[in-house]
């Protein structure tokens, strides 16, 4: 099972209070991003690049490097995030486990459920991430390291 300084889902990815909260918080050297999409675009790649503090690498993976990338590869003064719930579940098909998982801003959209401040989820999202949670991964919700974390036990009746 694979432990970093922080694992999250937040739809902005690289953003304000990632840059000013998290980091701090983790004490991060580096920042991964693990999605499809951006890791094909080079010019969102520089802009994520120019956002990261100095001192802090950041570094941009498909999923299906994964595996090979995380092997044998301390991760505790690092932040892996991801853009979105799928995206994770993409991830742990590729054999991949993490201990904790924490669920930030996920905007809204059609289907989504308001389940905690700006974080929205779809029944299926949030069933998904039960089963990621009965198989061991430590799920919550938070958005600031400030505010309490919120297990999805808290949110189950917004379904």
């Known amino acids: ?6 694992v999250r889902v937040d739809s902005r990815l690289l953003h304000g209070q990632v840059v000013t909260r998290w980091i701090g918080q983790t004490n991060a050297k580096e920042v991964i991003i693990f999605d499809d999409a951006l890791a094909n675009d080079d010019f969102m790649i520089e802009v994520f ?9 950041l570094i941009v993976k498909s999923i299906d490097e994964i595996p090979e990338f995380l092997s044998d590869r301390g991760l505790n003064n690092s932040i892996i995030l991801f ?3 799928p995206m994770v579940l993409k ?12 669920i930030g801003g996920i905007g809204g959209g059609p289907d989504r459920t308001v389940v905690f401040k700006n974080i929205t989820l779809t029944k299926d999202e949030f069933d998904e991430l039960i089963k990621l949670q ?6 919550y919700l938070q958005t600031v390291p400030e505010e309490r974390e919120v297990k999805l036990e808290d949110i189950k009746n917004k379904f």
């Open 91 to 102: 991830a742990m098909t590729t054999g991949i486990k993490f201990e904790r998982l924490q």
């Open 49 to 57: 690049q120019m956002a990261a503090p100095s001192g802090v690498t």
């Open 134 to 139: 009965q198989d061991g991964t430590d799920i």
């Open 83 to 85: 853009k979105s719930i």
């Open 1 to 6: 099972m694979i432990k970093a300084g922080l």
